[in-house]
Nanobody
Framework: QVQLVESGGGLVQAGGSLRLSCAAA????????MGWIRQAPGKERDIIAT????????YYADSVKGRFTISRDNAKNMLYLQMNSLKPEDTAVYYC??????????????WGQGTQVTVSS
């Protein structure tokens, strides 16, 4: 069974940091794009950061450039999102996702269950 399981969310004050982790199990994601998508209350899902599992090509949304860093550990089958200088507008449920072609906001081959990030002002 293929699973993506996120962890690391929580409550943090503005300016703080969190690191989200996504544990991938059940298959090899070497040829997949991986990414993080978030959904704030009452808003649509937004792609935050993506990368090819086997390569270095990355994408960041303008809203998180310079503050968030996506990375992966192939040996451990893990994907990470380091979030620094967090702002209240970063409050959302964060999802890990995988897609054979690319990451989209709403249609991916695999999804995690989501982890809540709340940034207080």
């Amino acid at each position: 069974q293929v699973q993506l399981v996120e962890s690391g969310g929580g409550l943090v004050q503005a300016g703080g940091s969190l690191r989200l982790s996504c544990a991938a199990a059940g298959r090899t994601f070497t040829n997949y794009a991986m990414g993080w998508i978030r959904q704030a209350p009452g808003k649509e899902r937004d792609i935050i950061a993506t990368m090819r599992w086997g390569g270095a090509s990355t994408y960041y949304a303008d809203s998180v450039k310079g503050r968030f860093t996506i990375s992966r550990d192939n040996a451990k089958n893990m994907l990470y999102l380091q979030m620094n200088s967090l702002k209240p507008e970063d409050t959302a449920v964060y999802y890990c996702a995988a897609g054979i072609a690319s990451i989209t906001a709403n249609r991916n081959d695999y999804w995690g269950q989501g982890t809540q990030v709340t940034v207080s002002s």
